[in-house]
């Protein structure tokens, strides 16, 4: 008896694993004109410039569906809306060609009016993404023509102004008075190559199609789908996703499966923030103190195996190409750190560990996890630093905790160290003011207004337009901050991207970023036929 | 004369029994009220706010007046006053992240987990149940040692293990099933192709979640059946000659269901937050992630909402539990 | 009835097994430190190597010796879950019992108090507990027990309910004995089968969640436990590391599970001679 049901029940459970086996040979019927996105985080907001998430995926997917005055291809600087500009230094004014014949998804012709309109409407309600502190109003002059007016000169107005700010329809936008919660299908009405048709934040899908009317011609895929994915590996294996950013130990395997892979280039930096406005780390010397004792090759090989590129202490990129190769650099130096504190008057005691008049000098360092896609995945970043400072004799304390948590300390100025990241290095030098300058409320950003030479080699280069001597100015602040070290930039971790070349696109990167410095893939300019 | 006290002694049991129940449910209506308090603030004393999580790691860098504005646009919080009267009205609030109304965000995702977890918990409290009792009335044999080992075995493997293997073997390896997601996105399915694909996408998960609750439920069955096995009634049901079945099913199991049905419904408990490793690993949809992401972005509204809403489903169902407490288990109810 | 247990351990198989492995792991988790031959965190060495004489597990990803870091993590687990373990055990039966024992008013308090735990979201309260103060190891196995108490004590109660009913308890109660005496000498001892199993599956509760969190983010990621290799080394899958790194710690876990979980059936066994006089041999 007992035998008889133990019998079906073993029988009754191999059927069930059975029947789940035989669905799972059901074959699903793909497009193949669809082109799936592999995305860990599944959410970047509606792609609209209202609604996108402030981070750049969010940017890339509003980029399907609007369009900007200039782009970026593999070489440069493209037109887009915009066929030419020139500008007047006189009057402060840009004057840009626009293309005609262009078309809103909903058919009505693009116009100098919906650029003007579009240029003023952010002035009046601020797109997070650009920054429109200089301009003062945009006209439309005549059907072909738009000038923008500046009240100063902006280095960076193509490269992060003209080439950024999306170009919105003036007729379902001029009545909007509050468009973050304005909730229409309308508003994600632009003229890019890509309609949004659906954004299913459960499941972390969206789904784009593609524009008949685009004015650059027919795109290479029927659909874009975003799809959510944990790993970008077996994603790409199955073939559940055609696209995704992979972690530097799946370049090998995946290349041994036909797969292209692309180096996103060095645009992303993890630096060590030093609270500057606090004791000792308000002075210079214990910073550089700091600098030497850390190794930043050694942080690379032990918690990145080696997946990385040392960091410029000078913040920008070494691929920039405003980047100054005379920047001050800290080599690991032992004897350096040792005698810049013992300058201080920093006494080892017997355990080892620097103190000053008895008390033992305990640095808190504060880790996150933070990585370039903004997901939160843990790495050995603080434990190889705490290493290194103990290791000559400063004593540390490694605090993780969840991102937020940390960042809302870093904002408080309630830390000592803390590990940070953050992009936007190859794209323009302005990037420098907003890491920098006091006033930007970035958590990244150093804050950092004890060196006036500096602020107004700050404010002098993002008005220089000519490049030669913004070159120069640049490389001065370069100089200056590597001097500082208010921060310490560490590593440039190593950032790639995986895609099946059987769909028929070949994506590229793009130099300098996309938009205002996005260092990812995903230009719409690779699907275009 | 004795029929009047014999009916005033049952009014006064029914009474009795009546004000038992009263105050049952009174405490449960405080704990939901406990409840929709803790599900108002403890979110609200989550370090950090929603600008800080959105805007100070980003692309984007805001000034400080921008950062201001963007908080006071952000906080719609007035008390919890008006958090009640909000609730009452069922006007759950928006999303600050996605400015949709919570609740369909909340309804989006509700069915994947109810799919998922309550189909896992089905299952393995199923086998685990029948299993567990056929181990417990076959004490000492080799099957039921067989069993017992291979289960605890398998308890010793967290799910973030089995989730992964299961990946790496069926997912990876033979390919036999998807690696991520709760159905293939934007396939132009029929009703049929998409249940399969449901279903197919359905299955790893569902295995690991069943590698994990299954073992628990099997040796809880197994024990509280020993435990009943020891009871008088037992043997006098064997002195009875009843069949071997009967004894087991009717009389035994009956009584080891209480333990396991608790165990069911605490499981259930687990709902929101018990399949989150298992979502992520799969990238599956559900609430757990859904929490999980707006506790990471400070979402503030979608948190009030899952905690709350899932708090108090978790009570209903310790409520129902409470009751049916008495149909299964007769003696229970006279002791309450 | 001495010599009884005796035999009756030692022809126990279950015990024999269980005893040996967890005797085995706790004299590891004791001098597993000393033994080690590397310092774990130290990271000096070549990351993701395969087994060397040097480093007969490899390396992990970071460069640290995955034998030195096995050791120290069963230290560390072992400790970890058993003082969760413990202390849910300690809660969940004292509360379970007494609102069992007692019910009325002191019940509907203590259930719904623990109803409003299991309601709570336990990812929040972990989040929150992280970010206010920094739990030690041994705090964070407190703020575990103080979470997972109420699914012990539910199931302790609900058991309390039907002994209480039982006759011998009703005698026992009849014959003037005082509460402290019956939940002594009788409730205590007869639910022995649910608290060892209780114990073990907080545990391994316990021990899960550590590598839960770890798995995402939300813990120490610095510290060294079973959970937490298994988390770091199911990263790196796709690398070859299954042998030496993902399975070690797996197999430790999963023995220490089922060691402990095999002591607890055995010991049940032999705790409750009746259960053997009665039912032993005719089932046997």
New interface residues.
């Given amino acids: ?2 035998k008889f ?2 019998k079906v ?1 073993w029988q009754n ?1 191999f059927t ?1 694993l059975l029947t ?2 035989c ?4 074959s ?4 193949a004109s669809d082109i ?1 996105i ?1 995305d860990s985080k ?2 970047n ?2 792609p609209n410039p209202f ?1 996108h ?4 995926p969010g ?1 890339l997917h509003m980029s399907w569906v609007f369009e900007t005055l200039t782009w970026k291809d593999a070489n440069g600087i493209v037109p887009a809306l915009a066929t030419a500009w020139e500008y007047d230094a006189k009057s402060l004014t840009h004057t840009f060609k626009i293309r005609q014949g262009v078309k809103w998804h909903d058919g009505k012709p693009v116009t100098t009016d919906d650029v003007a309109f579009s240029v003023n409407y952010f002035l009046k309600n ?1 797109y ?2 650009v ?1 429109l502190t200089n301009i003062t109003e945009a006209k439309a002059i005549d059907q072909n023509t738009v000038s923008i007016k500046l009240d100063k000169p902006y280095a960076a107005f193509i490269s992060r102004v003209a080439g950024v700010l999306p170009i919105i329809p003036k007729h379902i936008w001029q009545d909007i008075t509050n468009p ?2 304005y ?1 229409d299908p309308k508003s994600f009405i632009g003229c890019g190559p890509y309609l949004f048709v ?1 954004f ?6 969206y ?1 784009y199609e593609a524009f008949e009317g685009y004015y650059r011609g027919k795109v290479k895929a029927q ?1 874009l ?1 975003y ?5 970008p ?3 790409l ?2 073939h ?1 996703a055609d696209f995704a950013l992979i972690k530097p130990e799946m370049v090998k395997p995946l290349r041994k499966k036909g797969f292209t892979v692309l180096n996103n280039g060095n645009g992303w930096n993890k630096k060590l923030m030093i609270n500057h406005r606090k004791a000792p780390f308000n002075n210079k010397i214990f910073r550089k103190a700091l600098a030497y004792a850390i190794d930043q090759k050694d942080i690379i090989n032990k918690a990145h195996r080696g997946f990385g590129t040392p960091a410029s202490y000078g913040l920008l990129s070494i691929d920039h190409k405003y980047y100054n190769p005379n920047t001050p650099t800290y080599a690991p130096n032992p004897d350096m750190t040792k005698k810049l504190l013992e300058s201080l008057g920093y006494i080892k005691n017997q355990k080892g560990f620097y103190g000053k008049n008895g008390a033992v000098l305990t640095i808190e360092l504060l880790a996150s996890n ?1 990585s370039v896609t ?1 997901e ?1 995945r843990p790495d050995r970043d603080g434990e190889v630093i705490k290493h290194q400072l103990e290791r000559v004799g400063i004593q540390v304390s490694l605090i993780n905790q ?4 940390t ?3 870093i ?1 408080k100025w309630e830390f000592d160290l803390a590990i ?5 290095l190859l794209g323009d030098a302005v990037i420098l003011n ?2 920098i300058s006091p ?7 150093v804050k950092f207004s004890d060196n006036g030479k500096l602020l107004k080699l700050l404010k002098k280069q993002s008005a220089e337009m000519d490049p030669k001597k913004r070159k120069t100015l640049v490389y001065k602040i370069q100089e200056i901050y590597a001097d500082e070290l208010p921060a310490i930039s560490l590593y440039y971790p190593a950032s790639y991207i995986a895609y099946n070349p059987k769909k028929g696109v070949q994506w590229y990167f793009t130099p300098g970023g996309l938009g ?3 260092p990812y893939a995903l230009n719409k300019l690779s699907l275009i036929q | 004369m004795d029929n009047t006290i014999a009916n005033f002694g049952n009014l006064l049991k029914i009474q009795l029994k009546q004000q038992k129940q009263l ?2 449910i009174i ?2 209506g ?2 939901a009220l ?2 929709t308090y ?1 599900s108002y603030s ?2 609200n ?5 929603f600008v ?13 007046e ?2 201001a504005e963007l908080r006071n ?1 952000y906080s719609t919080d007035a008390g919890f006053g008006d958090y009640i009267i909000r609730l009452l009205k069922l006007d759950w609030g ?1 999303s600050y ?4 109304p919570v609740s369909s ?1 909340f309804f ?2 509700l069915p ?1 987990t109810l799919l998922l977890m309550g189909s896992a918990n089905f ?1 393995s409290i199923f ?1 685990g149940f ?2 567990g009792v ?1 181990a417990a ?5 080799k ?1 039921e ?1 067989t069993m ?2 291979t289960m ?2 398998m ?7 089995t989730g ?1 293997i299961l ?2 073997i ?3 390896h033979y ?15 029929t009703l049929i ?1 998409q249940f ?2 449901v ?2 996408h359905l ?1 790893l998960p569902l ?1 690991s979640l069943i590698f994990a609750y299954l073992p ?1 439920n099997f ?2 069955a197994r ?2 059946m ?2 009943v ?2 009871q008088s009634y037992i ?1 006098t049901a ?1 002195a009875k000659g009843l069949s ?2 009967r004894i087991r099913y009717a009389h035994a199991a009956r009584n080891a269901l ?2 396991v049905v ?2 069911f419904c ?1 499981r259930l ?1 687990f709902m ?2 018990g399949a ?2 298992v979502e ?4 599956y ?2 609430l757990g992630t ?4 707006a ?2 972005a ?1 979402d503030l509204p979608v ?1 009030q909402a ?2 709350l809403v ?3 489903m ?2 209903a169902i ?1 409520l129902s539990l409470e009751l049916l ?1 008495g149909i299964i ?1 007769p ?2 109810t ?3 | 009835m001495h010599i009884n247990l005796r035999t009756n351990f030692i022809s126990d ?2 015990f024999l097994i269980g005893a040996s492995f967890t005797t085995l792991f706790c004299l590891i988790a004791l001098i597993g430190p000393i033994l080690s031959p590397h310092d774990p965190w130290e990271m000096s060495f070549d990351p993701i190597s395969p087994p060397t004489i040097e480093h007969i597990l490899g390396t992990n990803d970071c460069g640290q010796d995955i034998f030195s870091e096995l050791l120290y993590s069963i230290h560390n687990t072992i400790f970890f879950g058993l003082s969760s373990g413990f202390t849910t055990l300690i809660f969940g039966v004292a509360i379970g019992l007494t609102s069992g024992w007692y ?1 009325g ?1 002191i019940d ?2 203590l259930m ?1 108090l623990a ?2 735990l ?8 972990l ?2 507990a992280a ?2 103060f920094h739990p030690s190891p041994i705090t964070l196995a407190l703020l575990l027990a103080l979470l997972m108490w ?2 012990i004590s ?2 302790v109660r ?2 309390t ?2 002994l ?2 039982s006759l011998h308890i009703k005698a026992a109660k009849q014959m003037g004995a005082s509460n402290w005496y019956i939940i002594k000498r009788h409730l205590l001892p007869e639910m022995y ?2 608290y060892l ?1 209780g114990f073990t ?1 907080k545990i ?1 509760s316990a ?2 969640m550590e ?2 969190l770890a ?2 983010g939300l813990f120490d990621p610095t510290r060294k436990s079973l ?1 937490i290799m ?2 770091y080394s ?1 990263k790196y ?2 690398l070859g590391i299954w042998w030496n790194w ?1 399975m070690p710690p ?1 197999i430790c ?6 060691a402990t ?2 002591l607890a ?1 055995s010991l ?1 066994k032999v705790m ?1 001679p ?2 053997k006089e ?3 041999d ?3």
């Avoid at chain 2, 004393?45 to 706010?49: H, K, S």
């Avoid at chain 2, 308890?155 to 293990?161: S, T």
């Fill in positions: 008896m007992n049901t133990f029940f459970l069930i789940i086996i669905l799972g040979g059901t699903h019927q793909v497009f799936r592999a599944g959410d907001g509606y609604r998430y402030p981070r750049g940017y601020p997070k993404f920054s973050k919660t909730d659906n299913d934040k459960a499941k972390g899908n789904l659909r789908i799809i959510k994915v944990d790993d590996l077996m994603a294996y199955t559940t933070i903004g939160s969840e991102r937020t948590s960042d809302s300390k904002k940070s990241g953050h992009g936007g907003r890491m006033k930007t409320g970035s958590t990244n950003s205002s410095g996005i | 105050d049952l405490a449960y405080l704990a406990t409840m803790l403890l979110p004393l989550l370090p950090g706010d800080t999580t959105m805007y100070s790691n980003s692309f984007v860098t805001i000034t400080a921008q950062e646009f928006f992240s996605s400015l949709t965000l989006s995702a994947w299952i086998i029948v299993t056929e009335w076959q004490r000492d044999s099957t040692k017992v080992s605890t075995i308890e010793g493997i967290p799910e973030i293990c992964v990946l790496a069926f997912s990876l390919q036999w099933f998807p690696a991520a997601g709760a159905e293939t996105a934007y396939a132009n399915h192709e399969l694909d279903a197919h299955a295995l628990g040796l809880m024990n509280s020993v435990m096995l020891k043997t064997r071997a079945l209480l333990p608790t165990r605490l408990s929101v937050t989150l490793v992520r690993i799969h990238s949809p559900g859904l929490l999980f992401n506790i990471q400070r948190i899952v905690v899932s708090s108090l978790v009570l310790i407490y288990d003696r229970v006279h002791a309450h | 198989p279950w019910g008013k509907l308090f719904r109803d409003i299991l309601a709570t979201p336990s990812i929040m309260i989040i929150l970010s206010f109420p699914t539910k199931v609900a058991n309910l039907i209480r009913e089968p649910i199993i599956s391994r021990v899960f590598a839960s798995f995402l959970g298994i988390s199911l899958y796709y993902l797996i876990l999963s023995v220490l599970i089922t979980t095999f059936i049940e409750d009746r259960l009665s039912l032993g005719n089932l046997a």
